[in-house]
């Protein structure tokens, strides 16, 4: 297992951890809303993340693990061939985090510590991939895991691409999205096709860019992009797109500002500030 020392995480070889802690005594006494905000900052700092999938550091990872660097969480990172074990589930995160994550590598015992820790605070979000939902990796149907999730996964793989591209919509402004841009939505390449359970919340849906030449249309018809559990004693988020290319298209550049963000000190990358400000605000929720 990991080890911290100094508010730094050391992680198993080639992966990251990032953060520190935020020093209040400056602000506290001399401009309280600013002590508010410092608060607010440290709350994200120490938001305790742990991050299966992807890739190693220097593949797709790369998206997800810069925008936590630059939210500064303590995050542990298992690449998608390193099997999680229940020694890995011996403390409890804020946010525990599948994408591209196979079920091979989760065992019914991990199934269940994971399920202990979300009936216990935790939030949980599974992103989209060829490792997620009923992906040709993926094999979450009839887990425990999909029990956790407010979606249902299909029987056959469910990969959906869209080649002329598909627009995000908006569907339900939750809180964590009020201070979201939608004004310009981006447009994503394809996502796992899977069905939301009674009672949850579809807060992003996606329908498929038509065009013939000279006309663009959207389909008619809405695939769940982002769907949330409706209990309130519960923060789990299914989000059916990936958060790095190719299926991401251009979601990975949304926003009126480009940012460089460091990856480890040799690698960066560049991304929208709306991006990031989604990828924030959902994590924000999701650690509660």
């Known amino acids: 297992m990991p080890s911290a020392s100094a508010g730094v995480t050391a992680i198993k070889p080639g992966f990251m951890v990032l953060i520190s802690c935020a020093d209040f005594a400056a602000v506290i006494f001399a401009n309280p ?95 989209g991939g060829w490792g997620s939902y009923s992906g ?37 402004r939750y809180g964590f999205l009020n201070a979201q841009s939608f004004k310009q939505t981006p447009s994503i390449c394809g996502l796992n096709a899977v069905h939301p359970k009674p009672g949850s919340k579809i807060l992003l849906a996606a329908r498929q860019i038509i065009s013939n030449g000279k006309k663009i249309r959207l389909a008619p018809k809405e695939y769940p992009l982002l769907v949330v559990d409706s209990q309130p004693d519960r923060r789990v988020a299914a989000l059916t797109t990936d958060l790095a290319p190719h299926w991401c298209g251009g979601l990975v550049d949304w926003g009126n500002k480009t940012l460089k963000l460091s990856v480890t000190p040799r690698i960066q990358i560049q991304v929208g500030n709306y991006y990031i400000q989604f990828i924030t605000s959902l994590l924000g929720w999701l650690a509660g």
């Open 33 to 127: 809303a600013k002590a508010r905000g410092v608060e607010k900052r440290n709350a994200i700092m120490s938001t305790k993340i742990l991050y299966c999938g992807d890739s190693p550091v220097g593949g797709a990872a790369n998206y997800l693990l810069g925008a936590l660097r630059h939210m500064r969480a303590r995050v542990v990172h298992l690449p998608p061939a390193e099997k999680l074990r229940p020694k890995d589930l011996q403390k409890s995160y804020d946010v525990i985090i599948f994408s591209d994550y196979s079920k091979t590598e989760v065992d019914s015992k991990v199934e269940r510590l994971i399920t202990a820790q979300v009936e216990s605070g935790t939030g949980f979000l599974m992103i």
């Open 136 to 172: 040709p990796l993926g094999g979450w149907k009839g887990s425990l895991i999909e029990k956790l999730l407010p979606v249902i996964c299909k029987n056959s793989d469910d990969r959906t691409n869209f080649p002329s591209g598909a627009s995000v919509v908006l569907k339900n």
